[in-house]
T-cell receptor, first 114, second 114 residues
């Protein structure tokens, strides 16, 4: 596709439910990143996938958060047992070859946990 | 741990005036990026600065990098209303286990008024 796409664009869920957020990177991009943007914390790195290497999960805030990338393309970020503090915009980005390349961001998924 | 600080955080400018946004970072890095974000939208890449003394210009925006001072500037010349947005600088983590992730500044909310 022309750019990074994410779905859903908005998600409202109840505290304690699980949610899945999807990211389709730019075709041919080998690196994929997840970030979170919230009023209190700004833009925070969550996880980074580069090719077939083990992902860098150093930014995941708790073990309720996990992500996978299937076939080197689409990625899913899963939040289990959501909490109100998980409410944020979740942004996905991709880059052509990984570290150092410009990261192109998707439109984000706005998550609201009630 | 890499820290990135922008100032000012809020900038109200008159059309036609010049101003500079500053981005300081705490540890050595290979690359620095500037992004723009419009309300409710995702991040748009503006510049990537790769080396000491690098200068990039696009329209009324000019970005520069001083790696010795760990400082980047985004200079706005003769501001117009269309430049109203939030501007983020982001620094690439230089090494270790988090190489590849971006650490963002807090963002500068720019408002240009007549």
């Amino acid at each position: 596709g022309a750019g990074v796409s994410q779905s859903p664009s908005n998600k409202v869920t109840e505290k304690g439910k699980d949610v899945e957020l999807r990211c389709d990177p730019i075709s041919g991009h080998t690196a994929l990143y997840w970030y979170r943007q919230s009023l209190g914390q700004g833009l925070e790195f969550l996880i980074y996938f580069q090719g077939n290497s083990a992902p860098d999960k150093s930014g995941l805030p708790s073990d309720r958060f996990s992500a996978e990338r299937t076939g080197g393309s689409v990625s899913t970020l899963t939040i289990q047992r959501t909490q109100q503090e998980d409410s944020a915009v979740y942004l996905c980005a991709s880059s052509l070859f990984g570290a150092g390349e410009t990261q192109y961001f998707g439109p984000g998924t706005r998550l609201l946990v009630l | 741990e890499l820290k990135v600080e922008q100032n000012p955080l809020f900038l109200s400018m008159q059309e036609g005036k010049n101003y500079t946004i500053y981005c300081n970072y705490s540890t050595t890095s290979d690359r620095l990026y500037w992004y723009r974000q419009d309300p409710g939208k995702s991040l748009e890449s503006l510049f990537v600065l790769l080396s000491n003394g690098a200068v990039k210009q696009e329209g009324r925006l000019m970005a520069s990098l001083d790696t010795k001072a760990r400082l980047s500037t985004l200079h706005i010349t003769a501001a117009v209303h269309d430049l109203s947005a939030t501007y983020f600088c982001a620094v690439l983590n230089a090494g270790g286990t988090s190489y590849g992730k971006l650490t963002f500044g807090q963002g500068t909310i720019l408002t240009v008024h007549p």
